[in-house]
């Protein structure tokens, strides 16, 4: 960046400092956030609200590719008494992520748990149609991870708020799910 | 992150995690582009013809225009998607150009995006724009810098002596 744009040092490891766009940085943290809390919350809403109600067994009995590695453990999953908990977990899962993300509280467990939902979906997308290994959903996970990485509820979110309670103060190990 | 002295001093990033999740996210993004682009420049018969001529949704708020992109612009077209996908990804895979790359992957996915109104399952958001996001986020924290050309490129005495050239690299 230009030597005219205001830096802010953060620390790395021990010594290292380095340079973001003080500008950027901050929007650039919770544009993402918003928009993949957005996606998240979308997809849980149109499972939720669909007509007659949504289940996984249609994709999981049909959408899964004869080639997938993995299409015994979704037939499985498919035609188990569990489906009903597994489609509210969906439903659920994705709502309240994309909620959390959005307001930017609990930022750090919705990025894991949304990231396991990811894993998953990736997994029923196996073999990937146009690309090997990244699909949107990898990449999904690594935005994840940045989020959690930077602790971008904390930036304009409910988080910065929850963690100065004296809770979290007296329980510092909170912010491993905060954040 | 915020504005003030005080914000600045708060904010606490995990130290350990911060770093290699910029890598991970700007090499995973930049495979995505690459793989996209070679499968476009290896394959002689890909066009983006008749994704435009066949598969932009019924629906589509600007439908003129991609016949019209389709049938006078191809030719250039065809090369700049193939190429632009490929060299994007590259340039994100090593860390060069990481800013420059970034804003004209986002241009690239703001025409996928348009291309494929309406969503089908979404509402404004779709892959297309999360990856815009990511791009924004990419260049914002200067993801070429973590292990990356551009923490060399920076220190070329040419970027020394002109350091607008920093929007482009990071």
Redesign the interface.
């Known amino acids: 960046?230009?030597?005219s744009e205001p830096t802010?040092p953060?620390?790395?490891?021990h010594e290292t400092y380095?340079?973001?766009?003080?500008r950027?940085?901050?929007?650039?943290?919770l544009?993402?956030r918003l928009?993949?809390g957005?996606?998240f919350f979308?997809?849980g809403m149109?499972k939720v609200l669909a007509p007659g109600g949504w289940t996984a067994k249609g994709f999981l009995l049909n959408a899964v590719r004869p080639a997938n590695p993995f299409t015994e453990f979704f037939q499985m999953m498919a035609e188990s008494s569990l489906l009903p908990l597994i489609d509210v977990m969906n439903m659920a899962g994705l709502t309240l992520i994309g909620l959390g993300l959005i307001v930017g509280a609990l930022v750090r467990w919705c990025a894991f748990w949304g990231s396991i939902m990811m894993w998953f979906y990736w997994m029923a997308s196996l073999p990937l149609a146009?690309?090997?290994?990244?699909?949107?959903h990898?990449?999904?996970i690594?935005?994840l991870?940045?989020l959690?990485?930077?602790?971008a509820g904390?930036?304009r979110g409910v988080d910065e708020y929850v963690e100065d309670l004296e809770f979290v103060q007296n329980y510092p190990w909170l912010r491993y799910v905060l954040? | 992150?915020?504005?003030t002295e005080a914000d600045?001093e708060r904010?606490?990033?995990?130290?350990?995690?911060?770093?290699?999740?910029?890598v991970?996210?700007r090499v995973?993004?930049g495979?995505?582009f690459l793989?996209?682009g070679l499968?476009k420049v290896l394959n002689p018969g890909w066009s983006s013809r008749g994704f435009l001529l066949n598969a932009v949704p019924e629906g589509n708020p600007i439908p003129g225009f991609w016949p019209y992109l389709a049938n006078n612009w191809y030719c250039i077209l065809d090369p700049m998607n193939a190429w632009g996908l490929t060299l994007i990804g590259i340039a994100l895979i090593v860390g060069a150009f990481v800013r420059w790359s970034a804003f004209w992957g986002s241009v690239m996915m703001l025409f996928y995006w348009a291309a494929a109104l309406p969503l089908a399952?979404?509402?404004?958001?779709?892959?297309h724009?999360?990856?815009i996001?990511?791009l924004?986020?990419l260049?914002?924290?200067?993801a070429g810098?973590?292990y990356g050309l551009d923490e060399y490129i920076e220190q070329l005495s040419i970027v020394e002596d002109y350091?607008?050239l920093?929007?482009l690299l990071?």
Request: proline fraction near 3%.
């Open positions: 960046m230009a030597e802010l953060i620390r790395t490891g380095v340079e973001v766009s003080e950027w940085s901050g929007p650039a943290l544009i993402m928009l993949i957005w996606h979308l997809a149109h146009n690309s090997v290994f990244v699909s949107e990898v990449v999904y690594a935005l991870f940045f959690g990485a930077f602790g904390r930036y954040g | 992150m915020g504005a600045s904010y606490q990033v995990s130290a350990s995690w911060f770093g290699p999740s910029l991970i996210l995973l993004m495979w995505h793989y996209a499968t399952n979404s509402y404004v958001i779709d892959d724009i999360i990856y996001a990511a924004f986020g260049g914002a924290f200067g810098r973590y350091p607008r920093r929007y990071g």
